[in-house]
Each structure stands twice: as C-alpha cells, then as structure tokens.
C-alpha cells in the first residue's frame, strides 16, 4: 500500500546523497520533497507540515558521524518521526472481565464483519473461548456473512434474527457467555454507508448497555483521509479504545495509517490484509516505519511463519532432510502452510529490499496452483520417491495436470535444486566451520 510513498520518499532522500555534511539548504530541499510526498500519501497537511518541521530541526541539530552519510542520516531521523507519528510503541487490545466484551464500530463496507471473524480467530488461538455476536438487524446477509465465517474458524455465532433491538440481543449474548462458559464475547454492530444519527445513538446506547473492555472502531485505509475525518466522528461520540485499518492490501495511499493516530490520539491497534482469516497483524508503528522506508519487516514475517509452522512439523520436516527423504508431499504440505500466511505480494514486501523490486510486479495469490496441480497429478508413490519421475511419467503429469511438460520440468528442477540447498545447509550446521560458512553466508561474522 505504500508503494508510492516509498518511492518518493527514496527519491527525497537521493538529494542528499554524494552531500559531504548536512546544511540548511540541502536539508530544505529534502524536506520539501518529504513534505510533497506525505501530501500526496493523504496525511492531513497539518500532520505532514508538523512532522517534517520535527525532522527538519533534528536534522539541523546532529552532528554527522564520519561513518554515516547525511542520507543514512535522514533515513534514520525520518524513521524515528514516522514511528512517534504512529504511536511510538504498540498497544494490546485489552481483554478483562468475565466475559471480556469487545464491541466493534465502523461504517458499512470497511470490512468489519470480516475483522471479526479475525479477531475471533486471534483471540481463539490464545486459547480462549470466544463468542461471535450478530448485532447488525439491518444487512440480512451480516448475520449469515458472521455465520459463514464462525464455521470457517469454529466459534460459535450467536444471533436473534427476529429481534431487531441491538442493545436487547447484545445483553442476551452476554447472558447466553456466562453460562456456556464463553470468556471473550465480539460484537459485530451495524454499519452505515455514511454518519447518521441514529447510527451514533444506536451504538452509543449499545456500549452503555454492556459496558466493554475494548471498544474498536474499524476504517476502510483505502478511504485515506475521509478515514481520518470518520474515525474522529466516532471518538467524539463514542471515546472509542482503539483503531483497526482494514484492506491494507488495497491500492491506497497509506495516509490513514500516517494520521490518524495522531488526529483522533487513539492508538492504531491492528491491521488487516486480504480475506484470510490468518491475514491479521498487530500494529507495530516501528515495523510500519521500516516498511515505509522499504526496509521491510522481517519480524513480523518470522512471527506469521510461527503461527503456521508448529514445532513438531518443524522437527519432522528436519528429520527428513536430515536423511535426504524430503519429498513432494512434504513440498506440498509446506505449500499450504504458507498459502496460509496471508497475501504473496505483502509477505514478499516484508523481505529486507524486496518492496521496490516488485513494486510493479503482479504477484498473484494463485501462482501456486499450477503447482499444486502437478504434485496432485502424481502417484502416491512418485511422490514419496521424486527420482521415480522419467520422461514419460512427466509427459504424464503435463496432461493430467493442464500443464505443459516445460512447467513439469522446471518444478522438478527446482525441487531438486532446493533439496540440494537443504542437504547443504544441514551438513554445514554439523561443524564448527560449516557454522562459520553459513554465517558468511548469511553475511555475518564467524565466532
């Protein structure tokens, strides 16, 4: 989503690369091309003339090191501003009662039911019981939306279709967790395509009613400023705990996450990408920094891994490698597992350098298919034993897969290829200089 932003603020920077030290009129150009950028982003120009006069007079007040250039120097100061502008540190939702109560706010279409589906899902995996409440009696296909997705994730939706009261069914639901022994209980409320009063009052008299512990209000990021403008129409009346961007993936330009924190002083507590229910993060202003900046975000990439990869598989994978046994349905399996971390294009753009190189790139979600669909064309023991795959099994596979037999070939290249790699590196972790080499390899020093 901050393609463009990253693009220019890579450009800004440039005007102080080659410069021997930082002066006050290098430093106004680069400014002004930070100020432009944040502009064209959708940061409310209020925001965006604040931040970069902070930036300017941090600027102006270091001193450069002899190792560092006076563009590393920006990036760094640039970093350290767009992490305080989005909060400095991340906020946890706050989970407290019994049942804990968290009741979620928004307009229609900014992917709030979805949210909390998602939600539910992060909650559940904390190993906490969870309770999906229907509470918008407006859009018929809410409450089956809600259904779908508590099925899709095992937690059980709780809905009065015929009642049309939204304060009477979320005190009902609250009853109905109490004694099914549901410790967090999500509230799905109605939306509306623009403010309206009776929304306000409507989810005004819901919170008063079940008095939550959390209280979230869910913004479309692709609306860019007009989020900003909503989500402090929301706070006004509603004081609300904290915010989730949704559609994060989109094609927006990013202002929303830039201002709306400081707008609305409420904390930015999750994002959310694509339709996935594993496609939620906790906000992290320093990871979004970095990524702004095409730093990327290694960590919270590792941590999506972790939700994914529990550590008995791991070992199983290992020991396979181990013994040279990895084989295409093990391939298959590590296939889903990533398929599962969220959307292609994002999880690529969190590798250090690689937001750039493909930022023109269509990374489709379904480029694993053609090779799934191989590996599902093969026999239980082709499978299990690569090698078996001669020219007239692959000649085989191509047909039976809708493939052609260079696709075939290039998998089998590249799986071996890979196996190879594996073998490799597990022979070099067996050593005191295999560690050293795979650290150079890494590009780290041997100890």
Known sequence: ????????????????????????????????????????????????????????????????????????????????????????????????????????????????????????????????????????????????????????????????????????????????????????????????????????????????????????????????????????????????????LTKLDGDSRGGAALSIRSVVEKPIKFISTGEKMEALDMFYPDRMAQRILGMGDVISLVERAQQQFDEDEAKRINQKIRKNQFNFDDFLSQLEQIKKMGNLKDLVGMIPGMSKAIKDVDIDDDAFKPIEAIIKSMTKQERAQPELLNGSRRRRLAKGSGTDIQQVNNLMKQFEDMRKVMRTMNKMSQTKGGMQQMAKMMGMRGK
């Open 1 to 244: 989503m901050f393609d463009n932003l990253s693009t220019k603020l890579d450009r800004a920077f440039k005007t102080l690369k080659g410069q021997g030290s930082i002066t006050e009129i290098n430093v106004a150009a680069t400014i002004k091309e930070i100020r432009r950028a944040l502009v064209d982003a959708d940061v409310n120009y209020k925001v965006a003339k604040e931040v970069t006069d902070k930036i300017k007079d941090e600027a102006m007040g270091r001193d450069v090191l002899t190792a560092v250039s006076p563009g590393q120097l920006m990036v760094k100061i640039v970093y350290d501003e767009l992490t305080l502008l989005m909060g400095g540190e991340k906020q946890d939702i706050v989970i407290k009662g019994d049942p804990a109560v968290v009741l979620l706010s928004g307009l229609q279409g900014s992917g709030k039911t979805t949210f909390a589906g998602k939600l539910a899902s992060f909650i559940k995996k904390q190993n906490r019981t969870v309770l999906l409440v229907a509470c918008d009696v407006y859009r018929p296909a809410a409450i089956d939306q809600l259904k779908v997705l508590g099925e899709q994730i095992g937690v059980e939706v709780y809905s009065e279709p015929e009642n049309k009261n939204p304060v009477e069914i979320s005190r009902n639901a609250i009853d109905y967790a109490k004694k099914n022994n549901k410790k967090v209980v999500i509230i799905d409320t109605a939306g509306r395509l623009a403010i309206d009063e009776q929304m306000m009052r409507e989810i005004e008299a819901v919170k008063k009613a079940i008095n939550p512990s959390e209280t979230l209000f869910v913004v479309d990021s692709m609306t860019g400023q007009d989020a900003v403008n909503t989500a402090k129409t929301f706070n006004d009346r509603l004081n609300f705990d904290g915010v989730v």
